[in-house]
């Protein structure tokens, strides 16, 4: 292994380390004495018909950041919208590979392949200056630049400027708020009748469809795969995320919802659900909902439950952070301290919902009543 040093997640101290091993399965290796290796000389050069130019660039924000950048690249999921109080950061766009120096790196998470599984990434490397480099499986890559506030993504010459502008906001967006430290979560926000509520689950759990219902029933919108958090004093604040619900093709017929401003994604395989985010909002969340398996009932109602706020509470919540094994041993107890406080500032309730799409919407229209009665026992 020469100069790298081995660890594990599962060495993790702390009072929740029994019910969190389950989910820290990927070992990393730390860089303790770097090794010089040639910089990439395929690295192609920018591409300056994707990368904006002054007449070109826009500025759009999500979670509080702002970001510059060609239109085209993200026009369809986040409004071209200034947030005075967030930092500015600049999107380019490189063809190829990372140009990756070792000598700047001071250390290393690596997924090891008998591991990963379906895991995207393969690495993160933590470089000088206050930079992350995040590689993933296939040769893509996402720099992030805290000094100089730049992102910078890698893609496969033939990627077209769709894909490109999904992967920014997908796994580069990703990687800029772990980089900045925000917590975040695979989960959804709406409010509605004065309470918000963040929904969790993992990919396919059904977080999208019944945020798509939610606002058919009147709700809010404010976030759907990916909620940025902030654990403040007294309570738990967000700001809005994207201003769509990405949907597969046979949803919105069969929850029925408007989509004739639905817009194709860039995949084919799903649809842009333009969603009812409000720009202006920096609110607080009064609920966290874990969403369950389904009930098998006749009646289109949602169940609720409430969740003990012990480890195995914290656990699950930490199973859905975002990236949780690119985490190093630092971020990682700090986002338990973080989750565990999350259980202490608000109830976290189970949620079930009914099997089937056409049963959702009317069971999602008396969800505030639910969690109204929910929240007074």
């Known amino acids: 292994m ?3 040093e081995r660890h594990n997640h599962r060495r993790l101290s702390g009072p929740f380390c029994s019910k969190v091993n389950g989910f820290l399965q990927a070992p990393f290796l730390v860089e303790s004495s770097p090794h010089k290796t040639s910089v990439d000389a395929m690295n192609k050069p920018l591409d300056r018909s994707v990368n904006s130019n002054v007449r070109e660039e826009g500025v759009f924000s999500a979670f509080g950041i702002n970001l510059l ?5 993200l026009q369809r999921h986040c409004p071209e919208t200034f947030a005075p109080d967030g930092p500015v950061f600049r999107i380019l766009v490189r063809f190829g590979t990372y140009p990756l120096d070792f000598e700047r790196v001071r250390s290393s998470v690596i ?3 008998e591991r990963g599984g379906s895991r995207r990434f393969s690495a993160r490397h933590i470089l000088d200056e206050g930079s992350d480099v995040y590689v993933l499986r296939g040769g893509a890559a996402v720099e992030v630049d805290r000094s100089a506030k730049q992102l910078t993504v890698y893609v496969p010459p033939e990627t077209d400027e769709g894909r490109i502008g999904a992967f920014c906001m997908g796994i580069g967006m ?13 989960a959804g ?3 509605c009748e004065g309470k918000t ?31 940025a958090i902030r ?6 604040t967000f700001k809005p995320g994207y201003n769509r619900i990405r949907l597969w093709l046979h949803v919105v017929d069969e929850l029925r919802v408007n989509g004739s401003t639905a817009e194709i994604a860039p995949n084919g395989e799903k649809v842009y659900l333009p969603s009812t985010r ?10 966290v909902l874990l969403i369950g398996d389904r009930h098998q009932e006749a009646v289109s109602v949602c169940r609720v439950s409430r969740v003990k706020p012990d480890a195995a509470c914290v656990a699950e919540l930490y199973a859905n952070t975002m990236t949780p094994y690119l985490n190093t041993r630092e971020e990682a107890t700090q986002i338990l301290r973080e989750c565990s406080e999350l259980t202490k500032r608000l109830p976290v309730m189970r949620l079930t919902l009914p099997d089937g799409l056409r049963k959702l919407r009317p069971a999602v229209s008396s969800l505030t009543g639910v969690l109204g009665m929910s929240r007074s026992r």
């Not at 409000?278 to 609920?287: A, L, R, V």
């Open 231 to 236: 654990i403040e004093q007294e309570t738990v």
């Open 2 to 4: 020469g100069g790298l």
């Open 189 to 191: 926000i709406a409010s």
């Open 278 to 287: 409000c720009d202006s909002i920096e609110g607080s969340i009064s609920h």
């Open 69 to 73: 950048v060609r239109r085209s690249l």
């Open 197 to 227: 509520v963040m929904l969790i689950g993992a990919s396919g759990a059904g977080k999208s469809s019944t945020l798509a219902a939610m606002q058919a029933e009147g709700w809010m919108v404010h976030a759907e795969d990916l909620a």
């Open 111 to 113: 997924v090891e392949p």
């Open 174 to 186: 990703t990687c800029l708020l772990k980089s900045l430290g925000q917590l975040q979560l695979h």
